[in-house]
């Protein structure tokens, strides 16, 4: 989901660079973007309506299609979205309300789109929290009723999209207000005041989430008691300080869990409630201690370091190649043409950019998540004295990756990207059984990808670009 939100937001900002690149008219463009939408529910309602057939007469998987056209829907969603960029829409947007009324348009179809998604999948969600009341009553564990539609699509909307469009459009605004403020100082330069607005935005996020997220997200203390004392000696045996450990309540919907901040006095761990109900004491530790880990190996700031450098990475080798191409192609062109073919190799090289540099910074976070379990499996290997990965310790992490998969409806072969798939974690985890915790391949790759990160970061900054 992060990538096709990722890929429509970039879409919509470059609207203005697509716009008319297609003999489409407005209209034309419309029925593009109302279709990003509208084939969600129709073609997801019919699927719905064939699952819950399946699901009566007991058939294995009956909801499998339906799952699965909910992963490409947004993508059917992005191509919509580029078909109306590249039509004469976003012309009479522009003209209508300028650049912010484009971006609004085009994304908020994507965003549409997204949570029509949730829309269609309620009922079998529904069907599914029925049908398992009686094992959860059997088990113990709690169970929580089954929310309204709407209320299933808003929550839905706070707990997927959110955290994604957050951290995407603070920085964006602040970047265009620091960018209007430049144009109207001056002698200023515009795209440095741009560059410093978006800085200011991701540094505002670091400082604020902490503290805005448990209101955001309506979070809750976990209550004192033997887990929490637990999670506390946990940490500390982590040596990682934490102020504190948020329940996110989110109607037994997620299975999920995330740590946040900086700082130690601001710094929290957040456990959904479906993971806390649902899972064994033992995988819900492996979770804390993955989360730890990201604390412990300073995945948050080297997050940074990282984005930057693939940014700069790709930048270079988009670069020389957008020139190349230009030069090749202009060869016994008109001067019209030339425009044209500068016009169309300057978006192929922001696209190029943009794809290198988020293809480059999922594989590096990929490693960073590998890391993350390899911690967990190292912590609770040295809390029960074991010098090697402890098979228990293997056993609990990959059990908590299985759970929180089946939880969520996720399929263990289905890949992320930030993230990969569940069953590649879990056959990592799984080789390294039995190895010395101390000594393993994925500390010594992570932290050499952190040093060369950092290495182009800086070279980067003190060294000239030269002119193309």
Known sequence: MQLAIIAQLSIALL???????????RWWGLVALLAAPTIVVVIGSWLCRRALGGMDRMEAGAADRLYAFADR????????????????????????????????????????????????????????????????LDAGMGVHPMPSRAAYVFAQARTGLLPVLVPLLVPLLLGELGAQV???REGADPEAWRLGGMIAGAALLFILVP?????????????????????????????????????????????????????????????SDALLECMPREQVRAVMAHELGHVARRHLTWLVIVVLACWVAAAEIAEPLAIAAFEELSLGRREAEIAEIAHWTAIA??????????????????????????????????????????????????????SIAFLNHVPKE???????????????????????????????LVRALCWIALVIVVLSAVVPRSGG
Do not use: K
């Open 15 to 25: 609207a203005g660079e697509l716009a008319g690149r297609l003999p489409l008219d």
């Open 73 to 136: 829907a947004r993508w059917i969603a992005t191509a919509c979205i580029l078909i109306a960029a590249l039509s004469e829409l976003p012309i009479v947007l522009r003209h209508a309300g300028g650049i912010p009324l484009v971006v609004v348009a085009l994304f908020g179809a994507g965003v549409a789109a997204s949570l029509a998604v949730s829309w269609i999948l309620w009922p079998i969600e529904r069907r599914a929290r029925e049908s398992s009341f009686m094992r959860a």
């Open 182 to 184: 430049g144009a109207h």
């Open 211 to 271: 503290v805005l997220v448990p209101f955001i997200l309506g979070l809750r203390r976990l209550a004192p008691g033997p887990l929490r004392d637990e999670l506390e000696s946990l940490a500390g045996d982590a040596r990682v300080g934490i102020s504190e450990i948020w329940v996110w309540p989110t109607q037994g919907l997620v299975a999920n869990a995330a740590v946040m901040g900086l700082f130690p006095r601001l710094r929290c761990v957040m456990l």
């Open 349 to 402: 090289r922001e696209v190029g950019m943009m794809v290198g540099a988020l293809v480059l910074f999922g594989w590096i976070s990929r490693r960073f998540e590998r890391q993350a379990d390899t911690y967990a499996v190292q912590l609770l290997s040295a809390r029960a004295g074991r010098p090697d990965a402890a098979p228990e310790a293997v056993d609990a992490m990959v059990g908590a990756l299985g």
């Open 414 to 444: 289905r890949s992320s990207w930030r993230h990969g798939s569940i069953r590649w974690r879990q056959d990592y985890l799984r080789g390294i059984a039995g190895r010395p915790h101390d000594r393993l391949a994925i500390d010594r």
